[in-house]
Structures are given as C-alpha cells and as structure tokens.
DNA sequence: GATGAATGAGCTTTCATTCAT
DNA sequence: AATGAATGAAAGCTCATTCAT
C-alpha cells in the first residue's frame, strides 16, 4: 500500500517533467510511462486519465512550495527580509527543479481546460496562494506593508517571478538568475512596502 | 494582391481568436476555417502550416500594442503618467480585445515549441519590447526612473500586468479591472522611480 | 450533395455487412473502412463514430422491410396469404441479404446499449413495426384474425420468424429455409386466425 | 476438490449475473472477479479464459432448464397443460432469475464467435433441447400434436418465448409477463396441436 | 490458492495536410 | 481561388492474460 503511493509519486514527479518540457500536449502518455520504464497501459492502473495526472502535478507543486514559504512565515524576520527568501525560494526552485515553475507557468496556467474539472478556480494551489496571503497579511498587521487589495500585491509578487523565470528560460537573461534577487527583492519592497 | 494582404489580416484576426479561447492544440484547422467561412483547403493557399498562422498572430498583437504604447512614448508626460496610460491600454485591450492578450498570455508564453522556429528569442514581440524599453530609457534619462538593468524592470512590468489578467480571466478579482489601475500604476512607480 | 448521400449509404451497407458477420465489437472502424476500400479516418467525414454507423444500419433495415411489408399490405389478399408473403419476405431476404436479418438479431437485439442514445423503445424500427401493427389490424377488422394483444401477435409472428432464420444460420436446419414457408405459415395462422 | 467445484459454480453464476447485463465484450474480468470479490488473477486458477466461462454459463442455463422441463415431461399431463407449464416455467425463469433468459438471448445467441470453439451447433444446449423433443415427441406419439418439422415447431415454441421476453425486457409490454401465459399457451397450442 | 502490478496489442477517434476537381 | 474528401500517423485509453510474490 505504501509502495503504491510511493510509485504514484515517482510517476507524478516524472510526468510533471516531461509536461514541463514539452508541454501537455506534446507530452504523450506512451512518452511519460517510457521515460518511467514502465508500459502505458500500467500507467493506467495509478491514473485514470492524463488529466489527473497533470492535476496531481500541481498540487504537488503547491504543496512543495507551499512547505518552504511556510518556514519563511514561520521566521521572526522582516517583510523586507522575508520578500527576499521568497524570491530566492522561487529562484532556487526554477534553477535546481526547473521542471517545477515551468509546468505551472506553462501548463498550469495556460492549458486551464485540463484543470476545469478538478482543480477549478485555485482549489489544486491552495495551499501555495494561502502562505503568500500569510506572508501579506502579517507584514500589513505588523504596518511593514501597505494595506492594499490582496491582489494588488499578490498579482505584483507572482507576475514578476514568474515573468523573470520566463525570460530565464528564453535565455534573455545576461546574467544568472539569482544575480537579481536583491534587486528584485527591493522593487517589490518599494511597491508593498508602507 | 493588396486583397489578399487584406484576406490574410483577416485571417490571422480569426486564428487570433479561436487559438485565444481554445488553446493551439484545441484549436484546429478546420476548425479556424470555418470561423471564417472558409474552406480549410483554401486556408492553406494564404498560409503554409499552423505554425506559421499563430506565428503571424504574434507579431500582429505584437505591432498591435507597440503602435499605441509609441503613443505613449511620443507625448510629453511625466514616467509616473506613462506608466498609468500603458497600463491603461493593456487593460483596456484585455477588456475589449481580450483575445490579443490571452493569445499572449496562454499561447505564445506556453507552446514555445510553436515559435521556435521563426520566432527565436523575442523577435516576433520584438516591436513591443523595443517601445517598453524606450519607455524605460526616457524615463531613466530624464531621471524620473531608477537607472536599473532593463529586464529587472521589464519582468516588473509585463509580468505584473501579465499577472493580473490571468487573475480576471479566472474570475478571482473581485472589482472590475480598470477600477485597479491608479494602485498598480502607483506600485509600479513605487519599484521603478527614482 | 448528392454523391455525398449516396457514399453514406454505401458505407451503411457496408458496415451492416460486417457488422452482421462479426459482430458490433469485432468489427472495427478499420475493418470496416478497410472493406470500402478507404481509410479510417475518411469514415469519420461521413458519419460521427462507429454507434451512429450501427444506428444508420437499422433504419436502413427497418425501411428495407417495411417496403416490401407495405406492398404485402396495400393489396387485396386474405390474411392467410399475407401471412405467407410476409413470411416469404423475410426468409428471402435471410436467404439473399443474410446480414440484413442477422444484423437485426444479432447487433440490434442483443447490444442495446448501442442503441439506447437515438435508438431508444423501437424509434429506429417504427416504420417496420407499423407495416406489422397494419397487417395485424386489418386482419382483425375483416374478422380474419382473432383480436387479441398486439404483442402477443407480434411476439409470436417475429419471434418465430427470428427463432427460424437463427437455426438456419447455425445450420441446424435439414432443408433449406424457403421449405418451410407453408408450414410455419399454417402454424402462424393457426395461432393467428378467427 | 469438492470445495473447487462449489467456487466455480459460484463463478459462473457471477459471471453470468455480469454477462447478461453488460454483454460479453462490456463485461471485463476485473468487474467479473470484483464482483464476487476476488481478484483478476485468481479467476485464472478456474477458468482459463473469458471464453471457457461463458460457455460454461450457458450449460449452466441449459441445465438449470432442462431440470424443471423434465418434471413437467414426466408429468401425466396433457400436452395442452404442458404447454402451458413450460411457458410458465419459461417466464417466471425471466421474472425471478431474468440472467438466465438474458444471457440466452443477448450473449449466446448473438456472440457467436464466442462458442464456435467448443459449443459448436448446440452442444452446449443439448440438454434443454433434448427436452423440449421429448415434449414435442410425446405430443406426436399421442396424438395430442400434429406430426411436423420438429424444427417448424421448435422455431415457433422457443422463437415465441425469446420475443416475449424480449419486449418484456424493452418494456414494451403493457402489462406483467405472467399475465400473457394463458393467451400464448392458446396460441401455441393451437399451432402445433392436431 | 490468492493478489494485483505489469504487459502489449488493439481499440476509437482526431487532425494537419494534400490534392483532384 | 476555392472546395472538402482523402490520408495516415498518432493520440488516449482498455483489457485479457501472465507472473512474481
């Protein structure tokens, strides 16, 4: 029993790659089971339909997010201090499991078809928009950040991030990727900072 | 011959939409065809494969908001006032051409393989990315901007702005859009002013 | 328009063929267009999946039937020679168009699940069913036949006719089927008839 | 050994229960065994194929009738009461247990492929069969029967009884199946009687 | 005897693209 | 220019059967 859900997690982990790499739709299931070396008709024994598999790849993502930005809540430091683990959180994330932000800046968040039924409004990145709400409603509670709409300031943080990591993996980016947390850390400060 | 440049503005107009609301993969030939009153034969004497009709969408949305943001350049207000009219004109043409910025958004950002060849890098967006980075250049020159790498304060921008219509198109603001320019205009000043 | 029409009801008698042969499962959409002598995919521009080409086929049945059961009804005879036109008619066509009558027992009576969207109760048999409903009541207004319980008659009459042609498929039959008209005629108008 | 026989017993019967509901081809092992909470694999240390089970069903069927047909042939009744017993037996077969009858009707009539291999020509109905000719014979011998085809009169006994059942599993009958007893034992008697 | 993960062939269906008309 | 029938490769998914445990 614990094997099983040991094996429906390696096989999200190696779907949630490839999907991330090529794409949902380019991504077949004989291309997932492949690359797991296992048949695709087996695939079907932990998954019923691609689409779930994909489901559970988000939510696995959030939940892994989720688990560092917690710690960072969890921390007595600064807004200031806790904008900049979050950005080198996310930079760290998109640099070592690239696979992670990838398959939610293009999977998740354009193939929204495949979550309709599932994971309809944010219900599958739950747990990950809840801990950035923590983080915005300390920091105002504390008067280190403006009291603003939340999605004012959500929208700013999780667009630049994301937008940044897209042009990382465009390769527009001259230098390294975390070369920018600081400075990013400080425009987002500016704009949320009291 | 200047007929069939018009014919196939109109059809590029068409695949616009239909790649928009469906997705690349979701949205076939036929299917694009039809939304014009054409046969899909036909369709292939104005354009060779699917690639190439998404590719000339891009560019199309691409010198679609370069021409008005060259507007914005072109007149005499102040960064903090050029700021408020792009994110105006983005958010207008969300509302009322939301197509042009879905396209952006969920196809061009997510299929990357569809553009890779014949769009490498940012030359199809190459147009709208030239008018924000003279946006950006004024502004610093006149020293009402922060003299900072150009793509920290690009990834500001787009994503944020990127950011905030995926939010209303998945329906999670709660006000209309317009009605939170002046506080994203003022975040966005807030990062990127002196 | 026209050739379009009459390439539908090629496939129809094509697939009703196959289909009374081998079965609704057995036969596959590649079999089916590979005896048309198209491809697969082709078959898909003339019909929306392999049920609606199963549904088409007992329309084509039930009106091939009812036809030749409405001439049986529009002339001047007794109902004891029309019993016997109508039992001629239906082992001639189990004896010339053998995947007629085997279609209508073995695809359309015994899977009704591919029936049950469009084909609901007899929708797809009416016009046959009707031309039985008319013998039937013409003969029991010219006192003919004894009034009793339309399925009870209709039971008897079709399922008998069934019960024979099954036999004679499974060549259990010592002679050949047309032999047997005289006697099946009298047992029919014996159970039938005043 | 003897407990092995009782299991396969059980199976058949779950297996046919299946069968006549879903149809062979919608009848999957998994659901077979699930349904009588055993898993896939060890149905194969019974029976060692799809196949073999259904055609061990229909035996069973053939059995289970042949059974109660038999004490209504060693009954001191006439032919016309007989007559009467089997429908009754026939149809209170289909009210009680409707498997039997359906799988009759629906799988081995009509998937033949599926007993060609070991259930050739009727062997595996024998035994029903052989009774319904004793019936018949004794009826000639009697002179309670006309002397016919025993085909011609087999044909209309069982092909009337499937039709019946068969409207009655279409709910087409106005009314309970019992209530027709009385007229279709009138029907067939006055078919096949001298 | 019992399990259920694993296989792999085969299914229906889709669709970009071609081409005779 | 225009049509849409035709192709054929590939997709997601199912399932009888096997076999290591």
Request: glycine share 8%.
């Amino acid at each position: 029993m614990e094997e099983k859900r040991d094996r429906k997690i390696q096989i999200v982990v190696g779907a949630l790659k490839l999907f991330a790499e090529k794409g949902y739709y380019r991504s077949t299931i004989p291309d997932i089971a492949g690359s797991l070396g296992m048949s695709s008709g087996n695939l079907y024994n932990y998954f019923h339909s691609k689409e779930e598999l994909a489901q559970e790849a988000i939510r696995y993502i959030s939940s892994y997010l989720a688990i560092r930005i917690r710690e960072v809540n969890e921390s007595k430091k600064s807004s200031r201090e806790k904008i900049e683990d979050i950005v080198r959180i996310y930079f760290e994330t998109a640099r070592d499991e690239p696979q992670m932000i990838d398959f939610f800046l293009r999977v998740y968040l354009s193939n929204r078809e495949v979550f309709s039924d599932g994971c309809e409004g944010m219900v599958c990145v739950n747990e990950f928009i809840t801990e950035i709400m923590i983080f915005f409603e300390e920091g105002v509670a504390n008067e280190e950040l403006r009291n603003q709409d939340f999605f004012t300031a959500f929208g700013l943080f999780m667009g630049y991030l994301g937008g940044m990591v897209f042009l990382y993996g465009e390769r527009m980016l001259p230098k390294a990727l975390e070369s920018y947390i600081e400075d990013i850390s400080e425009n987002i400060y500016r704009a949320l900072g009291v």
